[in-house]
T-cell receptor
Framework: DVKVTQSSRYLVKRTGEKVFLECVQD?????MFWYRQDPGLGLRLIYF???????EKGDIPEGYSVSREKKERFSLILESASTNQTSMYLC??????????????FGSGTRLTVV | GEDVEQSLFLSVREGDSSVINCTYT??????LYWYKQEPGAGLQLLTY?????DMKQDQRLTVLLNKKDKHLSLRIADTQTGDSAIYFC????????????FGRGTSLIVHP
């Protein structure tokens, strides 16, 4: 089974800190994603990457950046954490392409609290 | 663009069948997915169906697709307390972006 591993389940950070959320997948998937999940708002796409060193903005990229130096690892960076970035962050990966649709594999999530 | 709608809550008694509904907007060839999210966890892919199919069954799960009404349902037979979770419907166009559109999720509450 494909595994997507997020490095932390829970994080508490202070306002203004630089925060790194790490995600690693073990099945050679080209595509990786970062979502945040908030009550009542569902899943919102922050950034995604379809190849090493490639990145695309999702629906809510402001205040975030990403890094993909290796195929298996996709990092989400909060440049200067703010309280409105308190959320559940979900990483996902997929082999899906424009014509193949087997779905995503998600990590267990990181619940980030910014105080 | 694509839009996926789900009701927010469903409450059922243990042992009954649950039916979770979803409507989508796109009429092109599309993949349709059901994901399950248990409390404090990520999403888990349960099943998916291609839009040229009417039905797919996998143990206690039955997916029904009504293409004319653009309506997708997930039926869980003999619902157990372990089925309590949020269920997300998602749609993805074939040949379009490989990023799906997710519904907001239906919270299934199973009570004794």
């Amino acid at each position: 089974d494909v595994k997507v591993t997020q490095s932390s389940r829970y994080l508490v950070k202070r306002t203004g800190e630089k925060v790194f959320l790490e995600c690693v997948q073990d099945m050679d998937h080209e595509n990786m994603f970062w979502y945040r999940q908030d009550p009542g708002l569902g899943l919102r796409l922050i950034y995604f990457s379809y190849d090493v060193k490639m990145k695309e903005k999702g629906d809510i990229p402001e205040g975030y950046s990403v890094s993909r130096e290796k195929k298996e690892r996709f990092s989400l960076i909060l440049e200067s954490a703010s309280t409105n970035q308190t959320s559940m962050y979900l990483c996902a990966s997929t082999l899906d392409s424009r014509t193949r649709g087997n779905g995503y594999t998600f990590g267990s999530g990181t619940r980030l609290t910014v105080v | 663009g694509e839009d996926v709608e789900q009701s927010l809550f469903l409450s059922v008694r243990e042992g009954d069948s649950s039916v979770i509904n979803c409507t989508y907007t796109d009429s092109s060839s599309t993949y349709l997915y059901w994901y399950k999210q248990e409390p404090g966890a990520g999403l888990q892919l349960l099943t998916y169906i291609f839009s040229n199919m009417d039905m797919k069954q996998d143990q206690r799960l039955t997916v029904l697709l009504n293409k004319k009404d653009k309506h997708l349902s997930l039926r869980i037979a003999d619902t157990q307390t372990g089925d309590s979770a949020i269920y997300f419907c998602a749609e993805r166009l074939v040949g379009g972006s490989y990023i799906p559109t997710f519904g907001r999720g239906t919270s299934l509450i199973v009570h004794p």
